[in-house]
């Protein structure tokens, strides 16, 4: 298990634009999965990206992983009021646990 | 698409008091898992089940805390005795057979307050 560290830390952009959200981890990895949590609410699931791909797209999200720099980016495209969230990348190596870290918080303006 | 239910979604309690969280798996998966976060801090992992044993356990789960699987379908956490600094957000989620830690889904959380 491992943690990855999102950057940054927070994001506010107006609606339309789009977030760029990072993540980086330390060690090799089987999955990474990226995750929102609106406010008091519960974890989605937003998209899974494992070790042998290097982009995955899924509506207006697109995922990116370089396992040789040991990062992931999640871009949202033509970003909406409703995107309003946390947002968390989980690097995935087997054991069982995830750690989480503190998550990018986007903030979109309408 | 399957999801992973929670009941109760909001839990409110006497502190000292027993309390039952209970999680409804994606029902071919084989391991279960329970997060906790306290209001404004990360997601903590408490414990992790498989094979109708815990896998893994972290410093917070103490002997206050125990998980059961008491049929094919639910998964239970109990908090013995619960004190002011159990209210949190409680996270229950799975994994399917074969992937282990590797895919996990989350449901949407029991808000447990202790008063």
């Known amino acids: 298990s491992q943690q990855g560290e999102e950057d940054p830390q927070a994001l506010s952009i107006q609606e339309g634009e789009n977030a760029t959200m990072n993540c980086s981890y330390k060690?090799?990895?089987?999955?990474l999965q990226w995750y929102r949590q609106n406010s008091g609410r519960g974890l989605v699931h937003l998209i899974l990206i494992r070790s042998n791909e290097r982009e995955k797209h899924s509506g207006r999200l697109r995922v990116t992983l370089d396992t040789s720099k040991k990062s992931s980016s999640l871009l949202i495209t033509a970003s909406r009021a409703a995107d309003t969230a946390s947002y968390f990348c989980?690097?995935?190596?087997?054991?069982?646990?995830?750690?989480f870290g503190a998550g990018t918080r986007l903030f979109v303006k309408a | 698409e399957p999801e992973v239910t929670q009941t109760p979604s909001h839990q409110v309690t006497q502190m000292g008091q027993e309390v039952i969280l209970r999680c409804v798996p994606i029902s071919n998966h084989l391991y279960f898992y329970w997060y906790r976060q306290i209001l404004g801090q990360k997601v903590e992992f408490l414990v992790s089940?498989?094979?109708?044993?815990?896998?893994?356990k972290s410093e917070i789960f103490d002997d206050q805390f125990s998980v059961e699987r008491p049929d094919g379908s639910n998964f239970t956490l109990k908090i013995r005795s619960t004190k002011l600094e159990d209210s949190a957000m409680y996270f229950c989620?799975?994994?399917?057979?074969?992937?282990?830690?590797?895919?996990?889904?989350f449901g949407p959380g029991t808000r447990l307050t202790v008063t």
């Open positions: 060690t090799s990895i089987n999955n």
């Open positions: 089940f498989y094979n109708n044993e815990i896998s893994e």
């Open positions: 989620a799975s994994s399917p057979p074969l992937a282990g830690v590797d895919e996990q889904y």
């Open positions: 989980a690097p995935l190596r087997g054991g069982f646990k995830t750690i």
